[in-house]
């Protein structure tokens, strides 16, 4: 589980990065989007796994959330990396 804070002077939630199992025969991990908020309970915001197409993981928000700058930038920390780490890991394979 990793975590990113919406903001470093205001730490009202921060968003939570949950690795789901990988489904069956799949080679790529699935990770799941959250809102942590003290004193609520968590919200799904979207998830992030592998597009082929794009040759890397990518983010699928779900419907009707807002992303703001912040939440953002820490969406795009987030997805640098996990495809270096996925990178990384087929440079050993080879």
């Known amino acids: 589980m ?4 919406e903001s470093d002077k205001e730490k009202k939630y921060h968003l939570v990065f949950i690795r789901k199992n990988k489904p069956k025969g799949k080679k790529t991990n699935i990770y799941d989007v959250y809102k942590d908020q003290i004193g609520k ?4 915001l979207s998830i992030i796994k592998w597009y082929g197409a794009f040759r890397g993981y990518i983010h ?3 419907n009707g959330t807002g992303w703001s700058k912040t939440c953002n930038e820490l ?5 640098d990396k996990v495809n270096k780490r996925y990178r990384k890991k ?3 394979r080879k």
């Open 2 to 5: 990793l975590a990113g804070t």
């Open 41 to 44: 309970p968590r919200e799904h």
């Open 60 to 62: 699928y928000p779900d």
């Open 75 to 79: 969406i795009n920390n987030f997805l």
């Open 90 to 92: 087929l440079l050993k």
